[in-house]
Structure formats: C-alpha cells, structure tokens
C-alpha cells in the first residue's frame, strides 16, 4: 500500500489530521524563546546555583507573565488552563534554555490543589507568578525547599503545607537544589489528586527534557562546525555525523510522543514521553560531551549547565524503569 | 492540536475491519518467497482489490477508493492489526505508482496501474548493480535508441521479488557522455520475461529467492514504457526514494501491530522481568512512529513535502524492526530458532530493513549534512 504527495488527492477531502502546533502555539513558543534569549539565561543559572536568587526570581516572574502558570490553572482561579498542549510547548523552551527553579514542582503543585479550599488560597499566586511552590512526596526531596514560598508534601494522610525545610543538598546538576521537607504541618487535603500531580509533572519533565536535548544537539552542531581537527571541520567526520545523527532521531521521535502525551494526558503516553524525552535528551548529553571533548568536561563552559540537567531530568518524577512500568500496566 | 479522528473517518475504520474480518485468510499465507505463497500472495490480491481495498487512496478509475491520507493510515492499521497477509504488490504499489501518478502518461497509468492494483502484474524493483548499491549515481546498464524504443544491456541486482514478479522498472544509462554521473539515466519498465532477459534467483539468509540479478541481453523496450523524459530518470526517481524511506513503505499500522504481539508473546511467557523494558519499548516506539506519521501527514496536507526527514524515519524503523524480532527471539528461547516460526521468517526480514532503500549509513549523512548543516566531508 502506497500513499504519498504524487498519489492524487481525494475527489471529496476528508477532515485534514491536525497534529502539528497551530500558528497561535508555534507564536508562544517563539516570544518565550525571544524572552529567555534576552534574560541570558545562563548568568541567572550560575547566580541560582549559588543560592543567589534575585536574578532566578526576576526571570520567574517574566515566565508568569508569559503565562506558563496560568496554563496549569484553572481560568477560576485566574489562570488559563488546565492547557496541557500549551504547557508541553512552553516546557520545552524552558528546557531549551535550562531555566532554573522548580518550574516542573510549581506545575504539579498546581495540579494537586485542586479542592475549592486551598485552590483558591494558592493557585492566584502561583499563576501570576507570585509564589513559587515546590511538592515532594513525603520521604522524597523537593526541589527548591529553600525558594519555595508553598512547600508542598504529598503525604500518607493527604496534602499538607510544610512547616519548612532541611539542609539543602547540591544535585549532580548545580542549578537544581535539593531538600527534604519537614514534616507535619498544616493539612490541605485529605483526598489530594496525586496521580494527576504526578502526571502534569511527569509532561511538564518530559517537555523540559526534549527542550535539553534539542539544546545540546543544537549547540553540539554549531561547535562541530567551529573546531577544526586534522586541518578540517571536525563535523565533517562520518563518525561525528552519525553520533549527531542518532542524536536528531532520538529527539525528533520523542516530541511526537511529548505532544501526543499532552493532548491525550493518558498516564501511557505520558509515561512513554517521559522515558523517551529522558533518553534521548540523556544520550544527546554523553554524544554532547564526547564531540566537544575537553571543554565540554569544565563548568565554566555553559554546555554543563544542559549536561547535568539531563541526567537528573532521567530520574525526576518517575525514572525510564518506573515509566516503562506505567506503560505495561496500562496494557495489561 | 488533535488525534481525534472524524466521525466519518471511523466508519471507514469499521468498514475496513469488518471487511477484513470476514476475508482475511485464517490460516498464515506460505511465505511470498516460495512460488506457491507468492501464488497465494497474488490471489490475496485478487480478492482485496474485489473487495475494493487493495489501494484505498488510488483515483476509483485504477481501482481505488480515492480516500486520503488519514484514511490510508487507518486502513493501514486495521490491515496489519487483522493479521491480513504481507503484500507482494508492495514495489509497484509504493514505488511505481506514485512514479506513474508524477511522471507518467494517461495512457501509462491506464494499462499499469488496474492490473497492479488486482495483482495480475506484480513488480520487481531493479535499480541496484552489482557496482551500485546505494551509490545510484554508478549505475552501468544500459539503454541504448533504437527506432521506436531502446535496448536495455548489462546486469541488474538484489532485485526485489524479480524470481517471481512479471514486470521490472529501473534506471538505465542512456548517455555515458552526460557531464555528470547522475545525468543521462532514464526510467524504464520493462518485462522480465522478455527476449534477452535472464532472471537468476539469490536465496536470502534463509535460502528463499527474496531477490535475483537481472541479465540484460538486447532487451528491447518501447518508447511507450519509459517514464518521463530520457535522461531525467535519476530526478523522478529521487522523488520516489524519499518518499519510499518516509511514508509508502512502512506504514505505523504495521509496527503496532508487531508491538501488540510481542506484548502478547511475553505475558503469555508469564510477563518475564528480563525482557521488561525492551517491550514496553517495543510499544513506546510504535507509538513514536505512529505519531510522526500524524505530523508528517498534517504536513503533507498542509502543503509541504517530505525531503531529508524521510531519512529519520528510514534509520528509525529500519532499527525499530530488528530490535522488536530480537526481543521476540530472546522470548521464544530455543523454539526461536526454528525457520519456520512465524516471528523467525520476520525476524530475517527485518535484518535487510538497515540495507535496502538506501543504507542507513546514507541515510545518517543525509540527515547530518541535510537536516543538521555539517559539512560534506571524509566518508
């Protein structure tokens, strides 16, 4: 069986699929993109890093005016959503410039406040951008402890607000930092919607990661094309080619996945985006490093600021084990 | 943003799958690489072309449905998910006929493409040579003018269902003075029982005539089976190629269903840990394809074409493919090894899929040169 563009078109058309961004969803993606471009997103990576968060918090609040908040809340709670296609599309750009913060927490905490009570309490402040939040389950870590303004715990008896926050511990990723929450605490929710937390955090992982990989490769490229070798462009090497090679394959068949995840919100799709959005953006990071050589390895070069972020984004919210679990129970 | 699909369009759905189900042979066809299952193969044909399914998409003059894109995918699925025979009209359908729809003449569409679409005339493929496998452009047969027509001379290779087909299109030189290699190449048909053609079948890894080489002695070809002009055949059969590695010659219908019955084999191996994750992959990537598909077909809708990014679907399916009949033979234990096991006689095909329509090698240069702007370089 054939079909293809020289095959005729059908006497009557049938409805065309739409799985491709509207102009409207490509244009978001687009002024965000200007927006980060513009923030200079990697000195603010470096100050967040550091525990320094006045420039971290600036840019959060330009990504909540951009309305990456509002898409996880809903319009009753003054926000935009819940928009899953629109968050993906964002997340993806905050990948793509590694943003810092507990951008995924904020998101899934959005999804857990779902009773009218601490809805109406929180979720405003997290769509304007206000306040920051960060969820943990309990016993797990939370991201940001000590930036967060909710610090939010997923425990056995329900949802409960934090009283505070450990030590915070450095991640393999500099930029994200690590705490356990305290416990007890004022409880939110007896019946929080768990599951839905997790799978907006899971999308929102997936999203950020492909953004990851799509910068890795991108910036890979450009410096294959730069570093000469042996008197020529080392990217002219079939070897250095076939590496980048697999590297857009791996990532141009995850963001089907992540898009698709966003406009079904079937806990297998999402769970399939998260460990293929994972996995690819993880082995564009090793091609990553490989192809820049030395320099890629040192810190003071920005290409670490995606490395390390794609080795954590691997096991947040749900590892490729994990995730590859969700997708056989589904079937079962 | 949707994966919806129309109401309309999930009547056609149904009206496929019920068709399927009261047609589709119970028992496995015998493989098309033997004469009796590619006699089989033919008559399977027949009978969906009776039914008015062999080519959904084609103009209803040629046999078909006039449906679109969607609903080629659609049918695709149900096809494959109804365990409906392989198709041996595949190199006709996918790679000439769309030829024939660009390139060819009324009159050429009208006496090729009814007899394809019942399988009376099944197609072989013979482009590669000996010297020229995904290098085209070394091609060394020959077309030569003569009144009224040419004469094709040389040797053709690794030429698809050539033991049993009855017909070949290739590319053929007509002008070795052309400046450059590429040039002076024009696209034949040609028959293969002919005077002056002598087929030599190759048994494939397991022993079954899958290809053949073609000798070409004075084999006399009229002007009325050349496909466009002389000396343009490399251009028309680009188009075709590109198309070949994106969306004509594995459709996602087909690897959903191969996912769905690995996932069957292993619960029915009782769920085993070890091959835990290469199934769920198995899924996840049939699921990936599947959704490209819906891109790329959005796309192709919207007005675009598919260029080099065919070429990431040819590297990711062809991979797909052998990584899920591994897995099915690492389930299967020692039964796998056994010839005529099902999920072996896939396996073996899927082993060419990283070889055929242009190496996968080739494809990764198209990809990084093409879609990743690197520079042309040491091979």
């Known amino acids: 069986m054939t079909v293809s563009p020289h095959t005729p078109a059908p006497a009557a058309p049938e409805p065309a699929p739409r799985f491709l961004l509207d102009a409207e969803q490509r244009a978001f993606a687009g002024s965000l993109g200007a927006m980060l471009t513009a923030a200079g997103a990697p000195a603010v990576i470096r100050d967040w ?13 330009r990504i909540a005016a951009a309305g990456v908040f509002a898409l996880a809340v809903p319009e009753a709670y003054d926000g935009l959503g819940p928009r899953p296609v629109e968050l993906a599309v964002a997340f993806v ?31 405003p402040g997290l769509a304007s951008g206000e306040s920051m939040a960060t969820l943990a389950r309990e016993g797990g870590y939370a991201l940001d402890g000590d930036a967060a303004t909710a610090r939010l715990v997923l425990a056995a008896d329900g949802l409960r607000l934090a009283p505070g926050h450990g030590p915070v511990r450095a991640s393999l990723d500099p930029a994200r930092r690590l705490t356990r929450l305290l416990p007890g605490g004022e409880l939110l929710d007896p019946d929080p919607p768990a599951g839905r937390a997790l799978l907006w955090a899971r999308l929102a992982t997936a999203a950020q990661a492909l953004g990851v990989g799509l910068a890795l490769l991108d910036r890979t490229v450009g410096y294959v094309r730069r570093r000469v070798q ?10 250095v080619k076939h590496r980048l090679a697999d590297a857009k394959i ?6 089907p996945l992540v898009l698709g995840a966003a406009v079904t919100m ?67 | 943003m949707d994966l919806t699909h129309s109401p309309a369009d999930e009547a056609f759905r149904a009206e496929a799958r019920e068709w399927l189900h009261a047609h589709v042979p119970p028992e496995p066809l015998p493989s098309l690489e033997t004469a009796e299952g590619f006699a089989a193969h033919r008559a399977w044909e027949a009978e969906l072309a009776s039914g008015g399914w062999s080519v959904v998409n084609w103009p209803r003059r040629y046999g078909g449905r ?8 659609l049918f695709e699925e149900e096809y494959y998910a109804a365990g409906a025979p392989g198709r041996v009209g595949q190199n006709g359908v996918s790679l000439l006929a769309p030829t024939l729809f660009e390139h060819g003449t009324e009159e050429q569409r009208a006496r090729v493409l009814p007899a394809m679409a019942r399988g009376e005339t099944v197609w072989a493929q013979a482009w590669s040579e000996p010297e020229a ?54 696209y034949v048909m040609f028959d293969l029982r002919a005077e002056g053609v002598t087929v030599r079948p190759i048994g494939r890894l397991d022993g079954k005539p899958a290809f053949a080489e073609l000798f070409l002695d004075e084999v006399f070809v009229p002007d009325e089976d050349v496909i466009g002009e002389p000396g343009q055949g490399w251009r028309i059969a680009m188009a075709t190629a590109a198309d070949e590695r994106g969306l004509t010659l594995r459709s996602p219908g087909r690897f959903l269903a191969a996912a769905e019955r690995l996932h069957a084999l292993w619960r029915a191996q009782g769920s085993p840990q070890g091959a835990r994750a290469q199934v ?24 675009e074409r598919v260029g080099a990014e065919a070429s990431l679907n040819k590297v990711f399916w062809s991979e797909y493919d052998i990584a899920l009949h591994e897995t099915a033979l690492d389930l299967l234990g020692e039964e796998g090894e056994f010839a005529d096991a099902e999920w072996s006689q896939r396996y073996v095909f899927a082993l060419a899929g990283p070889i055929y329509a242009g190496t996968n090698e080739i494809q990764r240069d198209i990809i990084a040169e093409h879609l990743l702007g690197l520079p042309r370089g040491r091979r």
Request: glycine share 10%.
């Open chain 2, 280 to 303: 769920a992959d198995a899924l996840i990537g049939a699921r990936a394809y599947q959704l490209a598909t819906y891109a790329t077909a959005s796309r192709f809708l919207g007005g």
């Open chain 1, 93 to 123: 750009e905050l990948g793509r410039y590694a943003v810092p913060g507990p951008l995924v927490e904020t998101v899934a905490a959005a999804a857990a406040l779902s009773a009218p009570g601490p809805a109406g309490r929180f979720l």
């Open chain 2, 66 to 73: 006039e449906c679109g894109l969607v609903r080629w995918l």
């Open chain 1, 230 to 239: 042996f008197g020529v462009p080392i990217g002219s090497f079939q070897t």
């Open chain 1, 49 to 61: 890093s550091r525990g320094e968060r006045a420039s971290g918090r600036a840019l959060w609040s």
């Open chain 1, 250 to 255: 791996a990532l141009e068949f995850a963001r």
């Open chain 2, 133 to 186: 496998g995904s290098d085209l452009a070394s091609l060394r047969a020959r077309a030569v003018r003569v009144p009224g027509g040419w004469r094709l001379g040389g040797q053709k290779a690794w030429s698809s269902r050539a033991a049993f087909a009855d017909r070949a299109f290739g590319l053929f030189r007509s002008d070795p003075g052309a400046p450059k290699p590429h040039q002076g190449l024009t």
């Open chain 1, 266 to 332: 079937a806990p297998a799709d999402v769970a399939a985006a998260k460990v293929s959005a994972c996995e690819a953006a993880y082995a564009t990071a090793r091609t990553a490093l490989q192809l820049h050589g030395a320099i890629g390895y040192t810190a003071e070069y920005d290409l670490s600021l995606w490395l390390t972020k794609a080795r954590a984004l691997r096991t947040a919210w749900g590892d490729p084990d994990a995730c590859r679990a969700q997708v056989l129970r589904d079937r079962a």
